[in-house]
């Protein structure tokens, strides 16, 4: 495999008062480049605190993350649940703040924001503050943000659990256009199968206290993906018997 992250036994444990809870429990994996790779699992199962891991945000763990050596901190890009936007920035400052704290010269923040800006729809909203859109408007600002640096590798976690389904669904058709033009490595979070079994090339599933990871299942249904298929049905129906045995 081209790796590109490999996790090695990392381990996350969390004192609740008094007692210790293991949010993360002896995780190893491989990740590929340019693969489209989802954690499912349940709440509580440890989905958010092993991106954090991942992606560098949290740094006190067990274990080891490994990034191909061509990788640093300033290919990697993140997308939160909740949007995560500066209240007192505009939408083109907001799209920008990746850029901006990576130094790069103001023609480069120009046409990275302008290209965001026209992709995702928000050319007319670029003066906006973040409290004057909607919420499938917000996301689009958080991913945009995070796609403006030309990331190598884009964490997601339930980025589109906050939105209604029908914006959720047209995101996730825009991330997968963006995804099949040049092909980043996006690692995401969900706890929504048929979710995961649209998007993903291979799906981690992890189960609940300890978050352990069940098994690792490659989705090989062709793109786009048929969701009234029986074949995608039977991934479901498989899925489910993993996430609740
Ligand atoms: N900062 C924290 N302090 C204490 N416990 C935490 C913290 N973050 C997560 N946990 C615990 O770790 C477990 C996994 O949490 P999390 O990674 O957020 O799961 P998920 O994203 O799958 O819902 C949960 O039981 C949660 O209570
Ligand atoms: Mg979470």
């Given at each position: 495999m081209?790796?590109?992250?490999?996790?090695?036994s990392?381990?996350?444990?969390?004192?609740?008062g008094?007692?210790?809870?293991t949010?993360?429990?002896?995780i190893?994996?491989e990740?590929?480049?340019?693969?489209?790779?989802?954690?499912?699992?349940?709440?509580?199962?440890?989905?958010?605190?092993?991106?954090?891991i991942?992606?560098?945000?949290e740094?006190?763990?067990?274990?080891?993350?490994?990034?191909?050596?061509?990788?640093?901190?300033?290919?990697?890009?993140?997308?939160?649940?909740q949007?995560?936007?500066?209240p007192?920035?505009t939408?083109?400052d907001?799209?920008?703040?990746?850029?901006?704290?990576?130094?790069?010269?103001?023609?480069?923040?120009r046409?990275?924001?302008?290209?965001?800006?026209?992709?995702?729809?928000?050319a007319?909203?670029?003066?906006?503050?973040?409290?004057?859109?909607?919420?499938?408007?917000r996301?689009?600002?958080?991913?945009?943000?995070?796609?403006?640096?030309?990331p190598?590798?884009?964490?997601?976690?339930?980025?589109?659990?906050?939105?209604?389904?029908?914006t959720?669904?047209?995101?996730?058709?825009?991330?997968?256009?963006?995804?099949?033009?040049t092909?980043?490595?996006?690692?995401?979070?969900?706890h929504?199968?048929?979710?995961?079994?649209?998007?993903a090339?291979?799906?981690?599933v992890?189960?609940?206290?300890?978050?352990r990871?069940?098994?690792?299942v490659r989705?090989?249904?062709?793109?786009p993906r048929?969701?009234?298929?029986k074949?995608?049905?039977a991934?479901?129906?498989?899925?489910?018997?993993?996430?609740?045995?």
């Open positions: 081209d790796t590109i992250i490999t996790l090695d990392v381990t996350k444990t969390f004192r609740e008094r007692k210790l809870v949010a993360v429990e002896n190893s994996l990740i590929a480049r340019g693969e489209f790779f989802v954690f499912l699992g349940p709440s509580g199962s440890g989905k958010s605190t092993i991106l954090r991942m992606s560098g945000l740094k006190s763990y067990h274990g080891a993350v490994r990034l191909a050596p061509e990788i640093d901190r300033n290919d990697i890009s993140f997308v939160f649940q949007f995560a936007l500066w007192w920035l939408v083109y907001n799209i920008g703040i990746g850029l901006v704290a990576r130094h790069a010269p103001a023609p480069l923040i046409e990275r924001v302008g290209r965001e800006l026209e992709r995702f729809g928000l007319k909203f670029a003066r906006s503050f973040p409290r004057e859109l909607s919420g499938g408007m996301q689009r600002v958080g991913i945009a943000r995070a796609l403006a640096t030309d190598k590798i884009i964490f997601m976690d339930e980025a589109f659990s906050e939105l209604d389904s029908f959720a669904a047209a995101l996730r058709r825009d991330i997968l256009e963006i995804w099949n033009q092909k980043p490595t996006i690692i995401m979070v969900s929504l199968i048929p979710e995961a079994l649209e998007l090339d291979r799906i981690a992890l189960t609940v206290h300890p978050g990871l069940e098994k690792i989705n090989t249904l062709p793109r048929a969701k009234r298929s074949e995608f049905f991934l479901e129906d498989h899925l489910y018997s993993l996430v609740s045995p």
